[in-house]
């Protein structure tokens, strides 16, 4: 198993940026593939972007493509997203995720997730 405990969100004006990182423990980090959803008020989670075992690929919903940045150090066992140019539409509670097996973009393919941080971008 795997705990993953996400921090860096904030308060933060339309066009700023926030990195969010996510610390996992536990089974060796590099074994899994990791993800970033997000969930804003009455909406189902989404997926944000993913990322494979060593970093060499990655996926992104359209609606962050270019403007965000998903990363990880295994040496640390972290995760990280670096978010640019946000927008008020990206306020959400971000959740970090990770799966054993091939890189999904699908909620429900993923195994273990964080507690969640809150984002919110004001206009």
């Known amino acids: 198993q795997v705990q993953l405990v996400e921090s860096g969100g904030g308060l933060v004006q339309a066009g700023n940026s926030l990195r969010l990182s996510c610390a996992a423990s536990g089974r060796a980090f590099g074994s899994y593939v990791m993800g970033w959803f997000r969930q804003a008020p009455g909406k189902e989670r989404e997926f944000v972007a993913a990322i494979n075992f060593i970093g060499g690929k990655t996926s992104y919903a359209d609606s962050v493509k270019g403007r965000f940045t998903i990363s990880r150090d295994n040496a640390k066992s972290t995760l990280y997203l670096q978010m640019n140019s946000l927008e008020p539409e990206d306020t959400a509670v971000y959740y970090c995720?990770?799966?054993?097996?091939?890189?999904?973009?699908?909620?429900?393919?993923?195994?273990?997730w964080g507690q969640g941080t809150q984002v919110t971008v004001s206009s």
């Open positions: 995720a990770a799966r054993l097996g091939a890189m999904v973009t699908n909620r429900f393919d993923y195994n273990y």
